[in-house]
């Protein structure tokens, strides 16, 4: 299982176009809320997530996606939930997206060392280690990271061509008019 972790102060577009691509490719994906069920994103959109972080499941965790937004990456970096699950996926090799601002918790964890990495402009400073080209969704390993809103939904195809191949990620693409 997917997790995508919603924190107050979550960028709305990050969280539901990339989750949204991703649930068209067939792919489980849960959202999960952190210190509750209903979150309110930084622009006054109130989601309601799948789950709590109480009913989260780390034995079933197949990666996590991490969206940005400002106070939610911050929101994001200091649940001890988030952290924890950071470094199981870390530990495991398991996919782990970022897009933004929430490339930051990784390179403040010092996981971004040697990688490719991108994030919003000016959140640089935080990818420490790593290389950052001017891509605008960046894989490099099981780290998928993207550089901001208007590249939510190519990052989300390139965790579902990263679960489910390139096929998939093209066809999915196409049916949503972003591929010809």
Partial sequence: MLYCFLASGFEETEAIATVDTIRRAEIDITTVGIGGKFITGNHGITVVADITEE????????????PGGI??????????????????????????????????????????EGKKAVCFDGYEVFLTGAEVPEDRVVSDGNIVTGRAVG?????????????????KSIAIGKSMKCLK
């Avoid at 009913?55 to 965790?61: F, S, V, Y």
């Avoid at 970096?77 to 601002?101: F, M, R, W, Y």
């Avoid at 590249?151 to 096929?167: H, M, N, P, Q």
């Fill in 55 to 66: 009913k989260l499941n780390t034995e079933d965790m197949t990666g996590i996606i991490l």
């Fill in 71 to 112: 106070p939610g990456t911050l929101n994001l970096e200091k649940s001890e939930t988030v952290q924890k699950c950071i470094k199981i996926a870390s530990e495991k090799g398991l996919l782990i997206g970022a897009i933004c601002a929430a490339p930051s918790i990784l390179g403040n964890l010092g996981l971004l």
């Fill in 151 to 167: 590249t939510a939904i190519e990052f989300g195809l390139e965790i579902v061509r990263l679960i489910a191949g390139d096929k």
